[in-house]
């Protein structure tokens, strides 16, 4: 077992989800967690910069890379940070099944919405908010599973309902979301390092402990 859980993210935008684990994660008074590295997957993505200031490595996903070429590069590069565990933080691509497989119980992804509900191919950021609002639904949310081979399927580890308002629009419904988000993966990241949780063979979530993230759910407005 290493002396630090090393945690690898994938994201593909401007990084406030990859920001909040570095936030919970690299301060020096957390010795047995490490952000070992950022994948993004494009140049110019606002993570990269986020990586750069806090002292993180990063990579670029190739952007002609054929499947067989991208599963190669994400597998190479997991590999040589001997990342622990894999984190999707607003990461739009879908991972290779192989990479999937070697990582089994180990890959997280955050989705804005309360699944089985507004996920799949295509749904996500301001799509996803404005399903949402055009459903009729009262109540959205924000959802933390484990990643299978498709979008959006994979166990679900948590979940916190975020109510959708009168005169909501999707930017309104989307920052209210992201507030959830930024608390509650690096919440689940913890409970799969610490393991007090799991996914067993059958892919059923098994909590092997009582759990309570203190640094979460107290103390905080919201």
């Known amino acids: 077992m290493p002396d630090a859980v090393r945690i690898a993210v994938l994201a593909s935008g401007g990084g406030s989800n990859f920001q909040a684990l570095v936030d919970r994660f690299q301060p020096a008074d957390v010795p047995d967690r490490e952000i070992v590295g950022v994948i993004a997957s494009r ?6 910069e986020r990586a750069r200031r806090a002292g993180v490595a990063s990579a670029v996903s190739p952007p002609s890379a054929t499947g067989d070429e991208m599963e190669m590069f994400l597998r190479r590069t997991l590999d040589e940070w001997r990342s622990d565990l894999v984190v999707l933080a607003g990461y739009m691509k879908l991972v290779p099944e192989t990479v999937v497989r070697a990582w089994w119980g180990r890959i997280l992804n955050i989705h804005p919405a309360l699944l089985p509900s507004f996920g799949g191919r295509g749904m996500y950021g301001a799509r996803v908010h404005r399903a ?37 629009t999707p930017e309104s419904v989307a920052a209210r979301v992201l507030t959830v988000e930024h608390r509650i993966l690096p919440a689940a990241v913890e409970a799969l390092a610490s393991g007090a949780v799991r996914l067993d063979a059958d892919r059923r979530v098994r909590w092997v402990r009582e759990w309570f993230d203190t640094e979460t759910f107290t103390n905080r407005e919201g």
């Open 43 to 48: 140049e110019g993505a606002g993570v990269l």
């Open 132 to 168: 949402v609002i055009e459903a009729g639904v009262r109540v959205t949310g924000a959802t933390v599973h484990f990643v299978d081979e498709a979008y959006d399927r994979g166990p679900i580890l948590c979940q916190w309902p975020v109510p959708v308002l009168a005169g909501d």
